[in-house]
């Protein structure tokens, strides 16, 4: 049974950091890219981050380019988001996800992910 699990969230101020954890188990991480996904009240799912594992290559939204990292550990057991000068539209809760190395275009889109924790929220005040 895959699991994902997500940790790291809380309240930060504007300018601040805060790492987000997201603990797998259950699939072949180095199988699957990893992906961080953002929800905010009345707005659709944002994919943020991924993570491919078959080339190690990342891609991010324009929204968080240059302010967020996405990486894994060397066990492949846990994927990270790094988030840097945050802002208060970073306020969300924020989901990771998985889905098969080569079955998406884009894993920024939700709809190719087949596996999803159940989120942590963030909230970033001015």
């Known amino acids: 049974q895959v699991e994902m699990v997500e940790s790291g969230g809380g309240s930060a101020q504007a300018g601040a950091s805060l790492r987000l954890s997201c603990t797998v188990s259950?699939?072949?991480?180095?199988?699957?890219?990893m992906a961080w996904f953002r929800q905010s009240p009345g707005k659709v799912r944002e994919g943020v981050a991924c993570?491919?594992?078959?080339?190690?290559?990342?891609e991010y939204s324009d929204s968080v380019k240059g302010r967020f990292a996405i990486s894994s550990d060397d066990a492949w057991k846990k994927v990270f988001l790094q988030m840097n000068s945050l802002k208060p539209e970073d306020t969300g809760t924020y989901f990771c996800?998985?889905?098969?190395?080569?079955?998406?275009?884009?894993?920024?889109?939700?709809?190719?992910?087949?596996?999803w924790g159940k989120g942590t929220l963030v909230t970033v005040s001015s």
């Open positions: 996800a998985a889905v098969p190395e080569g079955d998406y275009n884009s894993c920024l889109e939700s709809d190719y992910m087949d596996y």
């Open positions: 259950g699939l072949t991480f180095s199988n699957y890219a």
């Open positions: 993570l491919s594992s078959s080339d190690l290559s990342t």
